[in-house]
Structures are given as structure tokens and as C-alpha cells.
């Protein structure tokens, strides 16, 4: 990605931002998302999860055996995570997904965005990260009502912190907006491995809030986002 590209989707960002902005002043209580959009989004994630978490329940065995054979350590990783931005709050939830690294990974480096050919990705881990099926057992925070099926990526809270300081309004890209599964920076970006992917995410997930003005908008944005995660999916385009 060049310096142009990038300086462009970061001013476009800032656009979406000021229209964000006003249509919050519009609106005392903060929430710029219609009513009726947030109850069906709402409706629309129970049932789609409920019944994809029937469906890819008896893969969990096969995935799990694949995880303890390769390394030691618990199938399942458990991370704190920045969830929906409201007015008087942010809060934070505990994200459930398939282990993709080697057990302890951080103990020596720390918090790390992972890295192309990261090492600390095991095998197995890799195809399921290609094929995004670590994600899976996010049906059940989806459930919870931690998250959506469709939304910006959730974010580490000390990354968070430190992006915050370094892109200006980069903790709105949540603000009424629960983080998702899948959304438009994930299928577009894939994980972040730079700053310059972090800038160029937020434009993406400013996009997407304002799709949501509407339950037409919003239905044509989230089918259009659910073909292209399965295209994704199908052909291991994930990271």
C-alpha cells in the first residue's frame, strides 16, 4: 500500500467521523443506529448463530484433536476484548476462539500483531486461520450479545490504548456498533500486521456504521459482506 493510498482512506475516515458526529447530536441519547435497525440486526444475529453453531458443532471435535496433537495447551483461546463504544461506556468482553498459536506465545514478546509467516502460528493453526474456521466459536459470544456476526474486528484493549494515540478517532470505529465475526475490514484486509492496515481498517469500519441508518441499507451491506466472507472461506484467503 502506498503513502497516497493510505493518506486517502485516512481522510476519508475523517469524513465519515464529522458525518458520525452529527448525526450523534441529532440524537441525545448518543445512538445514531435507528431502533429498528438495531432489533432486527439483533433478531437477524441469534438466529443466524444459533443455527451455525448447530451446524459446525461436529466439526469442533475434529478441530480439537487436530489442535492437541500438533501442541500442547487448551483447544480454546480466551481473550479480553474491546467491545460496543456507548456514550457513558465501552465495554469489554471475553472473546472465545480455536488456539492458532503455540501455548504462552506472548510470554517472551509480549502483546504482537501477528506477522505474515509468524512462528508462533502453529500448523494447524494456519489452515485455521486460512480458512477462518477459529473464528467458529464465536456463535457463542454472538449469543452472549458480546459481539455481532457483522462488525469492525474487536480489539486487544492495550492495543487500543496505544493506537488511540496514534490515529485520531480511532476508538469511534465501535461507537454503537458491536465489533463482529466478520465485517467489511476482514474480508477486504484481513489482520492487521502494520499501522498503515490499522488506518486503512478504520475507513472500513466508519463505512460500515453508516450503512446502518436504515434496515435496507444495512440488509444489502451485511449480505453483501456474509457472500463475501464465504468466498474468503472457500478459497483460504484468510490470515
Known amino acids: 500500500m502506498n503513502s497516497h493510498s493510505i493518506s486517502v482512506n485516512v481522510g476519508r475516515a475523517k469524513n465519515i467521523r464529522k458525518t458520525l458526529i452529527w448525526q450523534r447530536h441529532k440524537n441525545l441519547s448518543g445512538q445514531f443506529i435507528p431502533s429498528a435497525v438495531i432489533q432486527a440486526k439483533r433478531l437477524f444475529d441469534i438466529a443466524a448463530a444459533g443455527v451455525g453453531l448447530l451446524l459446525v458443532l461436529p466439526l469442533f471435535p475434529f478441530i480439537a484433536l487436530a489442535i492437541r496433537l500438533e501442541s500442547r495447551g487448551p483447544v480454546f483461546f480466551k481473550q479480553l476484548r474491546i467491545g460496543q463504544a456507548l456514550p457513558d461506556r465501552t465495554d469489554v468482553f471475553m472473546m472465545i476462539k480455536f488456539r492458532t498459536m503455540a501455548q504462552d506465545a506472548e510470554k517472551q514478546s509480549g502483546p504482537t500483531l501477528a506477522q505474515k509467516n509468524d512462528v ?37 484493549p492495550s492495543f487500543c490504548r496505544r493506537l488511540e494515540q496514534q490515529i485520531p478517532y480511532f476508538t469511534d470505529r465501535t461507537y454503537g456498533v458491536k465489533p463482529g465475526i466478520t465485517g467489511l475490514s476482514q474480508v477486504h484486509q484481513g489482520y492487521d500486521e502494520c499501522l498503515d492496515d490499522v488506518k486503512n481498517k478504520l475507513g472500513y469500519d466508519l463505512s460500515y456504521s453508516l450503512s446502518l441508518t436504515s434496515v435496507a441499507n444495512w440488509l444489502k451491506a451485511d449480505i453483501g459482506i456474509v457472500f463475501a466472507t464465504i468466498k474468503v472461506m472457500v478459497l483460504g484467503r484468510g490470515q
Open 120 to 156: 508462533r502460528i502453529t500448523r494447524v493453526g494456519k489452515f485455521l486461520r486460512k480458512t477462518r474456521l477459529d473464528e467458529l466459536p464465536q456463535f457463542i459470544n454472538v449469543l452472549r450479545g458480546d459481539m455481532s456476526l457483522i462488525g469492525p474486528r474487536p480489539e486487544r
